[in-house]
């Protein structure tokens, strides 16, 4: 979380298999996971947070936008949870606000320790 400006987004959700769950939303992870039990929490960088323009997003709320020169760091809310988006300086944030992650960019932590995914089946 403490390396970078601003940190790692830190959320906590319910992981199964190649699905995480945050309050009523699903995001489909890249490999899946088995029998999490304890603290689990999903952690994403900002800078791999966009803005959607699908229907499929995830809503968040805007809280404020600070400009730092080149980019511009959004703070929002995500089911209640705070999360920071990265956008670039000329990106603009849309009037209904909707998020996706990069997937690939996506770390499960377990009781604050990094999992590592498990191989998804050609099947799934």
Same mark, same amino acid.
């Given at each position: ?11 906590? +959700? ?5 699905? +995480? ?47 730092i020169g080149r ?9 209640g949870n705070k ?42």
């Amino acid at each position: 979380y403490f390396i970078g400006s601003p940190g790692m987004n830190i959320l906590p +959700a319910e992981v199964m298999d190649n699905k +995480a769950t945050i309050g009523s939303n699903v995001i489909e992870l890249k490999g899946g996971y088995e029998d999490l039990l304890g603290k689990i929490e999903l952690g994403i960088r900002p800078e791999f947070v966009s803005f959607s323009d699908s229907i499929s997003g995830t809503p968040v709320e805007i809280d404020s936008v600070e400009d730092i020169g080149r980019f511009k760091i959004v703070r929002a809310k995500l089911e209640g949870n705070k999360i920071n988006i990265m956008l670039n300086e000329g990106e603009s944030i849309p009037s209904s606000p909707k998020i996706q992650f990069d997937t690939s960019q996506i770390h499960i932590y377990q009781d604050d320790h990094l999992i590592q995914p498990q191989a998804l089946s050609k099947g799934e």
